[in-house]
Each structure stands twice: as C-alpha cells, then as structure tokens.
C-alpha cells in the first residue's frame, strides 16, 4: 500500500548539497506536513507514495532554497538614493540622515515586505535581518511565508525605534517574546559594530546571549577606516578587542570580515565562527575584497548575504554566489579554492549553519523542512548543459526560478508570487519613492 503524502516533486536534476557534490539525475522530493520525508528515483518515488499533489520539473534543477545570511531588508526602499560613494560618507551623509527622517514602523514593515517579494522570486527562502523595528520585519516575512532570523538591533545612539542601547534591548526582546513561537521565525542579537556599540553593552549583549541561546550578527572590519580608528581610540583592533570581551564563538556572525590579518583568520577559526560575506556591497562602497580564500583554508564557515538594495542594490544571491567563486579565484590565483560546490555551500547550507538552522535548512535531506528553489534550463542563454551544478553557479540567474517552496508550501509559481498582487507592491514602492523625493530634492 502506498503512503499518502503532500507532495511530489519530480525534477530532471536534484543538487542536495549535502552528500558534497552530488547530482541526482531523474529524482524525486517527497513532501508531508512541510518536511522531506524521501529523496529517490522517481520510478521507486511513484511506487511508494500516493501524492495529492505532483509537480513535474522536466527541465530543471531542485536547489535548497537559498540563506541570505546578511541583510536590511527595509532599506529596499532607499535603493540608489545615494550610489557611488564609500561606505563612511555613504552612512553619514546620506543613509543615516534619511533614516532619521523616515524610519518608521510602516516604512519598516513596506520595505521588508517589498523586500521578501524580491529574495523569494529569486529562490531566497531565509534571510537574516538587521534593522529596527524588528517585529514589523517579522510581520512582513510572515505575511508572505517566508522564513526569517530577526536581528534584534542594539545601537548606543537614539533613533525612532529607541533611546538607548538598554530601550533597544528591551523593546527587541519583548518582540521576541511575542513572536518566538512562530515556526518561520528565529532570533539573533544584532549589535550594529564595535563603533557604535561601547564595551559595557557588548558584555550585556553577550550575556543576553548565552541565557537565550541567541547567535550575536555584527558588522566587522567592514573598512580600513574601521580598524584604523579603533586602534586610535582603544589601542586594538576591533576583533581583538570583542575577543577580550568574550565575544567569539560558534554563534558568532562577522559580516563583511573584509580587513583581517592571518591571526584574525585563525582566531575566528580556532572559535568556531561564521562569516557573512557580501561581496558586492564591498564592492560597490569600494570597502575591499575578502581574503576568503584564507578563510576556506582555515575552515571559516562562510554565509553569503546581499547587504541592503541601498548598497548592493540587488537582493540577488544568485550574483553573489557566482562572484565570490570569481574574487576568491582572480585574488588567490588558484581557481579551484571556491569551485561551484562550494560557493552553493555557501548560499545554502553555509549561511544556515551560522544561524544554528544547519538541522532544519540548508540541504535537501530527509527530515528537513522543505524549503526548495526550482531553476528552470530550458532557455537558449543556458544551452548546452553539460554540469548542471556549473550551470547553476556560472551561468543561470534569478531570473531563472520558476518555483519556490517553503516548508513545503509553494511561495512562487511560475516566476509569480502567489500570495499577493505584484501590483501592489509596486504601487507600494511609488508612494515610498514619492513621499521620501518630496522631503529631499536631491533624490
């Protein structure tokens, strides 16, 4: 007797990521309650089970769905206000004074949910958020099924959101509290950096930490500008001084990591620590390129994240996966140190595992939850496919998802997003871009 089951899906190629670099010809996914409950031929699939759904990939690769382990997913709509300028001049000049005069729990919210429409019609199913008003993001995520880990942002500066790093603190976790028993979300301890962010409140963070089991997400020698003025103002670099304070650990996200010397490599090793690397944004604020090659030698678990659309200005991890391959390549000298493998590990199983969601996310296995990206090869610009694993990180684009699922529940079908008029969104976006061009006229 066949076993009843959800959902079906047959697709020409499978890359599970996990057995490494393993494609799976003719395959088949089988699906119940939001879970992976079979991965086999699909002769042995149909015997097996009685689908109430089936989806046939004729022409297509079954990914798990992507991590963007690094992002502010609001600032979608402060995309382009302020292009071509590095990083300090960029915040200060530009970001943080439009911020102040905009922010909201509405702006919050409108920029997420625009935000979460474009990761998922690109195969993004989590996204590690950082920005204030962390419950608006969560609310957006939710609205449109998609799986989030939530920054709780601390800041020692004032801002719409709060006060001081204590009303921060308080605020984030009360949203936390309200919303940790929804199965999409999870939580991170979001510090923004060491330079804006003193000791007292690194300790307080670090606790807050280990008593909720919380991963710590920090932007980190981002700039040479950074590391120049802490050793100025404290002594020591910014790594340094954040180990002294306990900081490092397997929960510990250091994004950016674009300025580390072979010690700091090491360290970030020896402690287990993850990386979030968002090669465009470095390169678009001219902040560098990432000695990630050092750090794949070292063992570094590495995440890929897009940064925000403000400086990026793509949420597009298909790019970011196929030019951190090329960076680390053209920057060692030594084209195999991110092979396609690899830079999908990163985009996937990677970023999932510096969120502690490697046994829920990341891979397509048994007992996973289902959330899954279908990339369709039946185009003339992917022609002739000889390595579908190659294919996937050189040539296709986001362009080339036709379907997404989360836990096991189709978000995009077809390339359209299925839970809200694309429409809408985009009449969302104008009013933003209209109402934030009428304050400034210099955008």
């Keep these: 007797m066949k076993t009843p089951i959800d959902l079906l899906i047959k697709a020409r190629w499978i890359i599970p990521v996990e057995p490494e670099r393993a494609v799976l010809e003719n395959h088949a996914v089988a699906i119940d309650k939001g879970r992976i409950v079979a991965i086999s031929q699909q002769s042995d699939a149909e015997s097996r089970f009685e689908p109430r759904d089936t989806q046939k990939l004729a022409h297509h690769i079954l990914i798990p769905g992507l991590v963007n382990l690094h992002t502010h997913a609001a600032m979608t709509l402060l995309r382009g206000i302020a292009d071509d300028i590095p990083l300090e001049k960029w915040l200060k000049d530009h970001i943080w004074p439009t911020e102040a005069k905009h922010v909201s729990a509405q702006f919050v919210h409108d920029g997420t949910l625009l935000a979460c429409a474009e990761m998922l019609l690109g195969g993004i199913t989590c996204f590690n958020d950082m920005y204030f008003f962390p419950e608006e993001a969560a609310r957006a995520a939710l609205k449109l099924g998609m799986r989030a880990a939530i920054g709780l942002l601390v800041l020692d500066f004032p801002s719409s959101y709060a006060a001081d790093a204590d009303d921060y ?23 923004h950096s060491p330079y804006t962010v ?20 920090l932007h980190l020698h981002e700039t040479l500008q950074e590391t120049t003025d802490s050793v100025l103002q404290s002594g020591i670099r910014p790594l340094e001084r954040l180990h002294r304070l306990g900081l490092p650990g397997p929960g510990f996200i250091a994004v950016h990591s674009v300025h580390l010397t072979p010690e700091e490599i090491a360290l970030l090793a020896q402690f287990g620590c993850s990386v979030a690397h968002c090669p465009s944004s470095n390169l678009k604020l001219a902040s560098g390129i990432a000695p990630i090659a050092a750090m794949v030698d070292k063992g570094v678990n590495i995440g890929l994240g897009t940064d925000s659309a403000a400086s990026n200005n793509r949420l597009d991890l298909f790019e970011e996966m196929r030019l951190a391959a090329l960076l680390a390549k053209g920057a060692s000298g030594n084209a195999k140190i991110i092979d396609a493998h690899r830079a999908l590990h990163m985009a996937t199983l990677g970023g999932a595992r510096a969120l502690g969601l490697e046994e829920e996310i990341g891979s397509i296995s048994e007992g996973k939850a289902a959330d899954l990206c279908a990339i369709r090869t039946d185009d003339l610009r992917l022609m002739p496919c000889y390595d579908p694993l190659s294919l996937l990180v050189y040539s296709a684009g986001r362009e080339f998802v036709s379907d997404v699922w989360v836990a096991g529940k189709k978000r995009v079908g077809n390339g359209r997003l299925l839970d809200l008029n694309e429409t809408v969104l985009i009449n969302l976006a104008s009013l933003w871009q209209n109402r934030l061009r009428s304050s400034d006229s210099t955008l």
């Design 169 to 191: 603190l308080n605020k984030s976790m009360a949203a936390r509290d309200e919303l940790k028993h929804e199965a999409l979300l999870s939580f991170c301890l979001a510090p």
């Design 198 to 217: 003193c000791d007292k409140n690194f300790e307080q963070i670090l606790t807050l930490a280990e008593q909720c089991d919380l991963p710590i997400h």
